[in-house]
């Protein structure tokens, strides 16, 4: 068993295809299976092979694809890392998953340069784009010098294909471990819950870093279609894809709430000739009932949502195209995988009764890489615990009503409050600092981040913004900053971040 597979067995179904356009070119499955034989046979000249992790950190482009496709091959372990991560982020990730090698692209190799300036394990930087230098490697190079002709190892369906680091409650990352088998069902759950019938034009412009995009890319191996392909997008930019919705003819369309509340929201979204959109979904964060029924409205179209974890390979519940709509549902659970609602004891509840979400199938997770007590804690009994609230009603329809403790959902991304508020904590004038989110109808949510100043200190709300914006991602940065004599606490001295939501109504 080999995810790599999927992509051979795509090819012998449909023949050489337009399977990408990217940037207005087109580009074919037999382009991308040679050079990711090329970089697989360059990888494994550099003494990378089976088990071996690579990190991908790049924005979107056809490389992407090639190197996952290579990764997987050759057995090694993708590391796919966000590219709006800072230096520092980027190298605990690298640090805690041993990386021992790097795949990216000119844009960020600053960056990545800082991040594994002295790291042991980590040999070879590979750079689209770049040249070879004292710590760098020319992608091109090493595909020109390469023969495309790969025999994809065989792997147990048990071995890791994926480590992808997620916020945790801990507030640092943690790297969730995805199998072969895990990476294999959910595609295919994800292929059959879209129920299929005709060729897609699908809008990629979901980062291939999250869950969310890798499993829209193994999904899409799954089609028989020969005219099904992926119109990809280095990064989301609204107009941009207004343009090649027109353009491409595109159907379908996966994306998370913000990205559709600033297509609505675009002053040129008229401009442009959208009536081929049919089937758009939502998944990453909530979906407001408000923004669905006017993006529907506006462009004619119908609109779904899906919940999942990375976790479990972003597979949970989900509503079918076949499947009526229920205000406030997600939807049911995906083919081949089984949801629960579990109370304080583990003791699964009936039908309408609030609980935790647990999640049972080979989707689930291996574990959390290097941490067999959360893990043993996160499967017990056999079930993914979530931490997310919810119930579900007598027909099997999923109903989320609290979300992970603390966890702020911007713009489909989470984001751990603790980073946000040890980063305030280095400013000089700050004794407390408490970060929570607040709805927004752009974002799903915005960062507001209260704080209380040191005794005979000064500072004002600009100015910690200022501070913020000097040590945070773009992403991170609170959108206001409060200050309070003190911040509520518990009787324990445990700030209260109840009370702050309260506060602001």
């Keep these: 068993m080999n995810v790599g597979m999927l992509g051979e067995q795509h090819l012998a179904r449909v023949g050489e295809t337009v399977t990408m356009i990217f940037e207005d070119r087109e580009i074919t499955n037999v382009e991308v299976r040679e050079n990711s034989g090329r970089l697989g046979n360059a990888l494994r000249g550099l003494g990378i092979g089976e088990d071996d992790v690579v990190a991908v950190t790049m924005s979107n482009c056809p490389q992407v694809f090639e190197t996952f496709g290579a990764i997987y091959a050759i057995g090694g372990t993708a590391l796919p890392i966000l590219f709006v991560l800072s230096a520092d982020e980027c190298r605990f990730i690298l640090e805690d998953s041993g990386a021992v090698a790097v795949v990216t692209d000119v844009i960020l190799l600053a960056k990545i340069l800082e991040a594994t300036e002295g790291l042991e394990d980590l040999r070879h930087i590979i750079v689209v784009g770049g040249e070879d230098g004292e710590r760098t490697l020319s992608y091109e190079r090493l595909l020109a010098e390469s023969s495309p002709e790969l025999e994809i190892v065989d792997r147990d369906p048990d071995d890791v294909a994926i480590l992808m680091y997620t916020s ?31 060729a897609q034009s699908t809008l990629v412009c ?5 869950i969310y995009g890798v499993g829209a890319m193994n999904a899409g191996n799954y089609s028989e279609i020969a005219e099904t392909k992926a119109i990809l997008m280095r990064w989301y930019d609204p107009e941009e894809c207004l343009r090649l919705i027109d353009k491409y003819k595109v159907n379908f369309f996966p994306a998370v709430p913000t990205m559709y509340s600033l297509i609505l929201n675009h002053p040129d979204a008229d401009k442009y000739d959208t ?20 993006f529907m409205a506006r462009f004619d179209c119908g609109m779904r949502q899906l919940y999942g974890l990375t976790e479990s390979a972003g597979m949970g519940a989900i509503l079918r195209p076949s499947q009526e709509w229920r205000d406030g549902a997600i939807g049911k659970a995906y083919p081949n995988m089984e949801l629960a609602i579990f109370d304080e004891d583990d003791n699964p509840l009936p039908p309408g009764e609030i ?9 689930v997770m291996k574990g959390y890489h290097k941490r067999p007590q959360e893990t043993e ?30 966890i702020i959902i911007k713009g489909g991304e989470n984001i751990m409050p603790m980073q946000i508020e040890e980063v305030i904590y280095g400013h000089p004038a ?22 209380a100043l040191k005794p005979g200190q000064e500072a004002t709300p600009e100015e910690l913004l200022e ?16 200050i309070l004599e003190t911040l509520p606490k518990s009787s ?14």
């Design 168 to 198: 945790g409650t801990t507030g640092k990352p943690k790297g969730v471990m995805l199998t072969h088998e895990n990476l294999i069902t959910g595609a295919e759950s994800a292929y059959l819950a879209n129920e299929v019938t005709r």
């Design 206 to 210: 979901l980062p291939m870093a999250h």
């Design 275 to 294: 009536s081929s959109l049919e089937d758009c979904i939502a998944g990453a964060a909530p979906l407001p009932l408000e923004l669905r029924r006017d």
């Design 355 to 363: 609980g935790e979400i647990v999640i049972r199938g080979p989707q």
């Design 377 to 406: 804690e996160a499967l017990r009994g056999g079930w993914l615990h979530t931490g997310d609230i919810g119930y579900l009603d007598e027909d099997g329809y999923l109903f989320i009503t609290d979300r992970k403790k603390d």
């Design 430 to 451: 700050v004794a407390e600092a408490a970060v929570i989110g607040i709805p927004d109808p752009t974002y799903g949510e915005e960062i507001v981040a209260y704080v």
């Design 467 to 482: 501070f913020c914006r000097d040590n945070l991602p773009s992403f991170k940065q609170p959108r206001e900053v409060r």
């Design 492 to 505: 324990i001295g445990k700030i209260l971040k109840r009370e702050l939501r309260r506060e602001l109504g």
